[in-house]
Nanobody
Framework: QVRLVESGGGLVQPGGSLRLSCTAS????????MGWYRHDSGKQRELVAT???????NYADSVKGRFTLSRDNAKNTVILQMNSLKPEDTGVYYC???????????????WGQGTQVTVSS
């Protein structure tokens, strides 16, 4: 099986920073694109940022210039550095990974359990 373990959420005041981490482990042959999505009540889940195994990044327009996504391929880990946080960044953040498994030799999408980010004064 494949597991994604997230950490780093919490409560922060507007203008503050948080750092989210996600590590993929288990029956992994190759991890392709990894990324973060968020979901807030009453809204659809939306892309925050993704990064390919080659390091190419893609950001939602709403977070460009404030969030930075980095990756350590050796550790199958991605780090989302979130600065200048706004109340509208509030939500549950989910890690996602596109993985080619070394047991079933199938490729699929995997999700973490989610971590809450709340931006409020």
């Amino acid at each position: 099986q494949v597991r994604l373990v997230e950490s780093g959420g919490g409560l922060v005041q507007p203008g503050g920073s948080l750092r989210l981490s996600c590590t993929a482990s288990g029956s992994i042959f190759i991890v392709y694109t990894m990324g973060w999505y968020r979901h807030d009540s009453g809204k659809q889940r939306e892309l925050v940022a993704t990064i390919t195994s080659g390091g190419s990044t893609n950001y939602a327009d709403s977070v460009k210039g404030r969030f930075t996504l980095s990756r350590d391929n050796a550790k199958n880990t991605v780090i989302l550095q979130m600065n200048s946080l706004k109340p509208e960044d509030t939500g549950v953040y989910y890690c996602n990974a596109d993985v080619w498994r070394n047991d079933t030799y199938r490729r699929g999408d995997y999700w973490g359990q989610g971590t809450q980010v709340t931006v409020s004064s």
